[in-house]
């Protein structure tokens, strides 16, 4: 192994990345947004990412394996089955994920779960430290690591550490439900900077701390538990210029005049999500036979292509959406399908990402209906994908962090089943200039907030917030 003098980086800290799973470089295309997102930073940028390796094993190493993929050095952990049903499936998935997107009838509180997901943070902050150097620059990701920079905090690190919510921060009345809130929103202030999807998000994180623990606010820094924090907006991106390339590669192409070969004049409306019920995918469906119900001219002219490869197959929820969707499909298919055409296609395994970017520039309507996301990336993908010459048009529901940034889509209340269906109306008769307008806002968008600048702000505001922390002149210096 190399002497962590020898891994210093010759400009600027080590960036090391920590997210639930980490995923080979090759295979990442599968992932999730977090993945692709992860990615494009450490490529660029060079350094160490840290996390599960995916496996179970029945008596998981102490110490991680490590691998090197050009400049990203992979650092992995095996979890044995009872560490990922408590960590994983149960409390990340079973209480975290819905709470945190406003489902509290789905949340299911397990005091073992908590002690398991606990342990877990535990255990792999324990193996990381001794991989770590003086200077790294530390990025946790995601509400599986909550109280990961504690568990460093622990072991005495006193790197810059930095933390990044994909999924909304949800109201105080429901972070309260939970009967470890408490712990949990004192374990979030070891980090130096909290980043979140939007200004709502870190609103809500503000309102939580000041209620609930009298924090005290000063511009973007809040204090509370002896700590002082950072918490600002930092909206992901996409590299949108990459995927608008990848749009056209063969591959794509292939995958674009397959889906408009036997739909020349038909209009398309594209889905793609992980089958999750955060998505609206039901509602999405619901609001397509709403369309086939107040439109007969769409009878054997629209389709819905919904990609929707299974996520979390083993949590009970995760099973019941599989079904119900079947059903639902099954159906509105049942009730207007002709011969030669059904309204509703449903691909319920994943696809590779360049049939995909094919399939988004086939498509005449993206359509990305969740009832609460933190970002969605897949609303950036559609539009980057697009022919700007003749673009399609996106409905975005107003519940996706992204509607914040997207204002020149069409956005929806996902609920609305009419609403929606008279937007994706809208839609199939938009004429060329607007769309084409509507298109160039939307790309300009995503090309000045993609990926990259994502990352650099992020990890620009990390070294200023720590900088501060260390400075004792400094009036945000820490309290304690
Ligand atoms: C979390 C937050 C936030 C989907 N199906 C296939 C496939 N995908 C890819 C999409 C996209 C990604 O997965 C999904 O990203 P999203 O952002 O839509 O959603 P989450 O997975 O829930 O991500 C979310 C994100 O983190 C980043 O911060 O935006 O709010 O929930 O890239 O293209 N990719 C391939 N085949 C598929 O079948 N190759």
């Not at 607007?434 to 995503?446: T, V």
Request: hydrophobic fraction near 40%; include cysteine; charged fraction near 25%.
């Amino acid at each position: 192994m190399t002497p962590p003098s020898l891994r210093k980086a010759a400009s600027g800290p080590r960036l090391v990345a920590v997210s639930n799973r980490v995923v080979h470089p090759r295979s990442a295309a599968r992932g999730g947004g977090l993945a692709v997102a992860l990615l494009d930073a450490l490529r660029q940028r060079g350094g160490l990412w840290f996390g599960w390796s995916g496996q179970i094993s029945d008596h998981p190493d102490t110490r991680p394996s490590v691998a090197e993929s050009g400049p990203i050095r992979l650092a992995t952990m095996d979890l044995s089955q009872a560490e990922h049903d408590a960590y994983y499936n149960g409390f990340a998935n079973r209480c975290l994920w819905p709470l945190f997107h406003l489902r509290l009838d789905l949340t299911a509180f397990d005091p073992q779960h908590y002690d398991g997901y606990m342990r877990v943070n535990r255990r792999l902050a324990g193996a990381l430290w001794p991989l770590l150097d003086d200077n790294d620059q530390i990025w946790i990701h995601d509400y599986h690591l909550l109280p990961f920079a504690e568990a460093l905090r622990e072991q005495r690190a006193k790197q810059q550490i930095g933390f990044f919510l994909h999924i909304p921060f949800p109201v105080p009345e429901m972070l309260t439900a939970l009967p470890h809130y408490r712990d949990l929103m004192r374990s979030l202030f070891s980090y130096d900077l909290l980043g979140f999807q939007t200004e709502d998000d870190v609103q809500r994180f503000r309102d939580c701390a000041v209620r609930e623990f009298g924090a005290q606010l000063r511009g973007d820094t809040i204090t509370a538990f002896g700590r002082r924090l950072t918490a600002k907006a930092f909206p992901i991106g996409i590299d949108a210029r990459e995927f608008a390339e990848i749009a056209t590669s063969p591959t794509a192409q292939q995958e674009f005049q397959r889906v408009r070969a036997h739909r020349e004049d038909r209009t398309v409306i594209v889905g793609v999500d992980r089958l999750d019920y955060t998505k609206g995918i039901p509602e999405r469906f619901r609001s397509v036979e709403c369309l086939l119900d107040r439109y007969p001219d769409t009878h054997g002219q629209v389709e819905l292509l919904q990609i929707a490869p299974t996520s979390r197959g083993e949590v009970p929820e995760y099973m019941a959406i599989r079904r119900e969707l079947e059903q639902i499909a099954g159906n509105i298919n049942g009730r207007y399908a002709q011969l030669d055409w059904e309204p509703i296609r449903y691909i319920n395994r994943p696809l590779g990402r360049r049939q995909l970017a094919g399939i988004y520039r086939a498509s005449r309507i993206g359509l990305v209906t969740p009832l609460r996301d933190g970002m969605n990336l897949v609303a950036k993908e559609y539009v980057a994908a697009q022919d700007p010459a003749d673009p399609g048009v996106l409905v975005l529901s107003r519940f996706a962090g992204s509607a914040k940034q997207m204002q020149s889509a069409l956005i929806v209340n996902p609920y609305d089943n009419t609403a929606v269906a008279d937007a994706l109306q809208t839609a199939r008769y938009m004429p060329l200039e607007e769309r084409r307008n509507r298109h160039a806002e939307l790309m300009q968008g995503l090309l000045r907030n993609d990926a990259s600048a994502w990352r650099e702000a992020f990890l620009q505001e990390l070294q200023r917030c720590s900088a501060q922390r260390e400075d004792p002149a400094s009036p945000t210096a820490q309290a304690a």
